[in-house]
């Protein structure tokens, strides 16, 4: 079994700054994928970033340029550090890894507000 912990969550302003992290840990693949998808208020939940264990990434567009994924291997933790927040960035924020199967962790809040 795989754990998925996430954190750093909370209330921002537009134009603000967070870091979000996740810790996996169990019986995970020196080759996975970790990642973070994100589900606003009343919409389906969609695909923000992920990144492989050799560094290869992939972004939605609407945060390209603004997010940043990276990881550490050697503890399983990937990270998204998201500026220049916008109201549309709220939203609940899923962490995953892909290594024998699909592994969610519970989700953060992310609220971007004046």
């Known amino acids: 079994q795989v754990q998925v912990v996430e954190s750093g969550g909370g209330l921002v302003q537009p134009g603000g700054s967070l870091r979000l992290s996740c810790a996996a840990s169990?019986?995970?693949?020196?080759?996975?994928?970790m990642g973070w998808y994100r589900q606003p208020p009343g919409k389906q939940r969609e695909l923000v970033a992920d990144?492989?264990?050799?560094?290869?990434?992939n972004y939605a567009d609407s945060v390209k340029g603004r997010f940043t994924i990276s990881r550490d291997n050697a503890k399983n933790t990937v990270y998204l550090q998201m500026n220049s927040l916008k109201p549309e960035d709220t939203a609940v924020y899923y962490c995953?890894?892909?290594?024998?199967?699909?592994?969610w962790g519970q989700g953060t809040q992310v609220t971007v507000s004046s």
């Open positions: 995953y890894i892909y290594t024998t199967d699909t592994f």
């Open positions: 169990g019986s995970i693949s020196s080759r996975n994928v």
């Open positions: 990144i492989t264990t050799f560094g290869h990434t």
